[in-house]
């Protein structure tokens, strides 16, 4: 059964899962998953034991300590952390025997990373998913960073307006640790009630952190102030000029293949299905295709490959330069 992160608490205030499976690429969404459940366990009386799996592991022995409670405590909360994401075949069929015979008076947390979707299907974790509740911990999307800061602020009993907001997001995103430090520290410097933009400004150190990746979003959104944001955290990050270049590039190819299509009578609903644009990044490409004339796909073009040769020594030039003049050109109506 799935379980949201945020709903954690008004289900604990229900009573206790057998099992909870915590798994995803959000270090602090997982932290805070793990706490909500911990706390509460502990608070009950629950007596704890931890167990990382990593090399040859022994699982026989979470099997004795989950049957084994001590003299005083009545009930055990179990913790079984494999960093891998990878039990292997022992391992597998350990969880598989675990799941389908939970040890009673035990709450069992069992944490694992960001998981590629053929794992989520195999047998082990099918039967972890039937016996307890799932927990998948993702990254807080740009677009829903701003209610995410106000509710952290209003638990500190601060508040901002939307302009205060969003000038945290650009500052804080993708780096959610981080973020929940500098808003500790608002609590810490700044009394309660509202927030000015400008007492934020002196008080939020930049901590935003992004993937290669993000840049093809902002490109097709067209959001030129993210694309700048995003390479210069790459460029103060040492990541590598060609492999941001294939990001764009791969941009530019999608949207000529887009283009192709269109150009040949099919129904962009067709076009995003070939290429494999799902729901969520086709109002991106719709709005890039609007905006994109085909000079300025031409154009970019050329940029691209003049960036490449840069990236090569093959041309003079600064590439961070003109990536950000590509990046604008392409963002920019």
């Known amino acids: 059964m799935e379980l949201r992160p945020e709903d954690i608490g008004n289900h604990l205030a229900r009573g206790f899962a057998p099992l909870y499976v915590i798994w995803g690429d959000e270090p602090l969404a997982m932290l805070e998953a793990e706490d909500a459940i911990r706390s509460a366990a502990m608070r009950a009386g629950f007596e704890r034991s931890v167990f990382t799996v990593q090399g040859r592991f022994d699982w026989s022995v979470i099997f004795g300590s989950a049957d084994n409670l001590s003299l005083f405590a009545q009930q055990k909360l179990v913790e079984i952390r494999i960093p891998s994401g990878k039990p292997g075949i022992e391992g597998s069929n350990a969880l598989g025997r675990y799941a389908n015979s939970l040890p009673a008076e035990t709450v069992t947390i069992i944490s694992l990373p960001g998981l590629e979707w053929k794992q989520t299907q195999s047998k082990w974790f099918g039967a972890l998913a039937e016996a307890g509740h799932v927990i998948q911990c993702r990254d807080v999307p740009r677009e829903q960073l701003p209610n995410w800061i106000n509710k952290r602020l209003s638990a500190n009993k601060q508040l901002a307006d939307r302009e ?35 007492d934020i400004e002196h008080a939020v150190t930049d901590v935003s952190r992004f993937e290669v990746a993000d840049i093809q979003d902002a490109l097709l959104a067209g959001d030129s102030a993210r694309c700048a944001r995003i390479l210069e955290s790459l460029k103060q990050e040492g990541e590598a000029v060609p492999k941001i270049m294939w990001q764009i590039a791969a941009t530019l190819r999608l949207l000529a293949k887009l283009k192709s299509a269109m150009r040949q009578g099919q129904s962009m609903q067709a076009a995003f299905k070939a290429n494999r644009i799902w729901d969520k990044r086709q109002p991106l490409a719709q709005a890039a295709l609007r905006r994109v004339s085909d000079a300025i796909m031409e154009s970019t073009l050329l940029d691209a490959a003049r960036i490449d040769r840069q990236a090569k020594g093959l041309e003079g030039g600064d590439p961070w330069n003109d990536m950000l003049r590509l990046s604008l050109k392409l963002s920019t109506k």
């Open 164 to 198: 205060a907001l969003e000038f945290l997001a650009n500052r804080l995103e993708g780096n959610l640790l981080a973020a929940r430090q500098e808003i500790d520290k608002l609590a810490l410097l700044l009394p309660p009630g509202k927030l000015s933009l400008e």
